[in-house]
């Protein structure tokens, strides 16, 4: 227990209001069946319960210490790189090509865990960039390169590239953010990405009509759009002082961000979905599907979010 | 012994992070033996993922039926085959009447002995079936009160294709099929096991 008392009293708080969370969501499921046992609600107790795992690794993740945090974020790219290569048709020859894209990984990770920043940025968009195409080219199969090559670094760049991000928020120097301390800063931008995820799906049922985006995700509309974001930004501007080091103004600005990018990971991983015509991304969350199905939003806000406040306070 | 650590400490765990097996149907999975468990063949991890489905306590009972001329030919791997993986070893190409092949086959499935088959008989292209070989119907004839359970694997032969050795991590999907009866004659018995792996392959074609 000696950790948690070590923890910044805010950072505790945000844990116990989460296990508040998800025991009113447990309890609401379970409430629900019971109400109305007509309709199924299994897909529903299969997805809370999920969220109480999902949280539990999130929690490990963050607790402990910079090697323990690595490595569990690391392995969550390595799952998501994993599904995605799953998903998408890849070429026989490229055998030894994808063993050199995992090997990105534990190198890209290793980056953030001595908090190298000049490398862990451009590693992946400029060096695994160049060799991969080269390892590709030594083999010498040019039948589907452009495909082959275009779709791997957009797989590395997101699952490992976007994700890698949340990473590194956690070695950042933590006497820049007293609040918060080193975790505050990632605690915040996955607790408002997926509550924003949360918010635009009941907005969107309660009183949603015009579609978004109805090629790519039909069940996405306007009103759950915008009273997602605004729920998001109030959330943002609320927390922010006990998580960051952002003023209210930057707050509200990252609500937005994390608002908009949020949902534009949210419908680019339907699109590829769609594309590839599955529904869900794989099946290794009970309730959620994928892995990537649950990062989705992530891919977009991680980045985003990380470069505004590093450009802002670090 | 050494078996159970080697599938509890190394295969299992190694199945579980660098694969990940999605098995659907599960419950079809034989409790006991004897049975046989009859599955396509595109890569060496196919009996090692077959295996890792297997609880720990049934798993001593499981073994995979493997090529004597690729798994016998050294004394390391031999050793390694028979007691860790756990294989029996049958002759690829018999020589004398096929009654003296099929015997250890028969042998262990009379002890109770769950048997991993591959009727293809070596490992095809990635997520294709080949053409079924008739040992498996042979053996069935001899002993048509043991259950069949289909499976089809797809991905393995991603992570690890004939004439590789580096493994790439892929998640894997294990479409387990019910147990299927001797149907009289080696000829509908046959067609109705192949009827089955091309049903299972469709299903992993539609989730793809």
Redesign the interface.
Known sequence: MNFWWALPRSVQIAFLAIGVLLSIASVTSIWLAHAKPGRDYLELRLRVKTWWLIVAVFVAAVLFNRTVSVTILGFIS??AF??Y??LIP?R?AD??V??WA?LSIPMQFYWVWIGWYGLFIIFIPVYMFLLLPMRMILIGETQGFLHAIGTLQWGLMITVFSLSHMAFMLVLPPEINPAGGSMGLLIYLVFLTEINDVAQYIWGKSLGKRKIVPKVSPNKTVAGFLGGVATTTLLAVVLAPWLTPLSQYEALAAGILIGLAGFVGDVTISALKRDLG?KDS???LPGHGGILDRLDSLTYTAPLFFHYVFFLHY | MLRILFYALIVKPLVLVMLGLNARGRHYLPASGPAVIVANHNSHLDALALMSLFSNRVIANVHPVAAADYFLRNRFLKWFALNVVGIIPIDREPTEKSGDLLAPLIDALDRGSILILFPEGTRGEPENMGKLKNGIGHLISERPNVPVIPIFFYGLGKCLPKGEFIVVPFFVDAYIGEPLHWAGSRQAFMNTLMNKMHALQDRAAINK
Do not use: C, D
Request: hydrophobic letters at 45%; aromatic letters at 18%; glycine letters at 6%.
């Open positions: 390595f799952l994993k599904e290569l799953s890849t026989r055998h030894r994808l063993f995992y599955v794989g099946a290794i």
